[in-house]
């Protein structure tokens, strides 16, 4: 079944049965044969599931605080793992992006590939192994939930919080354009659109271009991100390139990065024009006309 709710079943038991299905396929992820495609994966369910427990946060806080720590620490035990093959691609776009300079800029890539002697392959199969048994656990954990009748106000409330924050996150992005305050944006961009597939049955048509151009935008803070993370290993490790090397490459990524954060700026002004109490009160008539086709 599919990462949303269903017309023809109560939003409790959607969430439940997302909650469990989000867990399960989780442990199957994570012990996939391909390491790197099945880390990828299950850093996913991590963050679909974290989503879903910021929507449930404001009426079940217990719960949305154990299982947002839970899959936090299943999801950063495992990126270790995966955020090298990730630099390392963004740095292979930098160079392919970088027209004339791309060959001086190529001999940098050494620098990417020193291995840190503690990512061993014994303790990522440590990982997996109890990643694997911690969703397990929480999957049955949650096949008995009863998280409430079919109410907005299991998810209202959620949702204006994750739209506020990520609006939030916008503005303080550019007028602290930082990498890490760009990072937090993604991360919030990231929680909106999972919830928004989520709801996105409230109002195909509307929600499914949403989901898409937020979709775009969290690629573009991605590569940010990675470029910005490429940024950081290279100029603290890469002085005995020579400081012209180091000139040349630190011009191309900020001209990559002011590439990246205009398209960023350009969606994000259209995504977030609207403010979080129209927003809200918008997403409610959505389910107040799907309830009332219900009957």
């Known amino acids: 079944m599919s990462f949303e709710l269903r017309i023809d079943e109560s939003l409790g038991a959607a969430l439940r049965r997302c909650l469990v299905e989000q867990t399960e396929r989780l442990a199957a992820d994570v012990e996939g044969d391909e390491r790197g495609e099945a880390i990828h994966k299950a850093r996913k ?49 930098l160079v392919a992006d970088a027209g004339e300079h791309g060959g001086v800029l190529g001999q940098l890539e050494g620098i990417l590939h020193k291995e840190d002697p503690a990512l061993t392959p014994e303790l990522l199969t440590e990982r997996i192994a109890s990643s694997a048994r911690q969703a397990r656990e929480a999957a049955q954990q949650y096949q008995k939930l009863d998280l409430g009748k079919n109410s907005f106000s299991l998810f209202g409330d959620g949702l204006l919080i994750t739209y506020k924050k990520a609006r939030a996150a916008m503005r303080s992005a550019y007028d602290d354009p930082h990498p890490e305050t760009f990072h937090e944006w993604r991360k919030r961009v990231k929680d909106l659109t999972n919830q928004i597939q989520f709801l996105a049955p409230l109002w195909p048509e509307i929600f499914g271009g949403l989901r898409k151009e937020l979709d775009a935008l969290g690629d573009i803070l991605g590569d940010d991100h ?47 024009a609207e403010r979080s109490e129209n927003f809200i009160r918008r997403v409610h008539a959505y389910w107040e006309a799907l309830e009332e086709g219900r009957k």
């Open 226 to 272: 990675d470029l910005s993370v490429v940024r950081s290993i290279v100029l603290t490790d890469g002085e005995a390139y020579g400081s012209e090397v180091i000139e040349l490459f630190t011009d191309e990524v900020d001209r990559q990065l002011g590439g990246f954060r205009r398209q960023a700026r350009a969606l994000g002004a259209r995504l977030f």
């Open 45 to 93: 369910r991590c963050k679909r599931l974290r989503a879903v427990f910021r929507l449930l946060r404001p009426i079940h806080p217990d719960l949305a605080r154990g299982g947002n720590a839970l899959f936090r620490e299943i999801g950063r035990g495992l990126s270790a793992f995966r955020d090298v093959d990730a630099t390392r691609a963004a740095f292979r776009r």
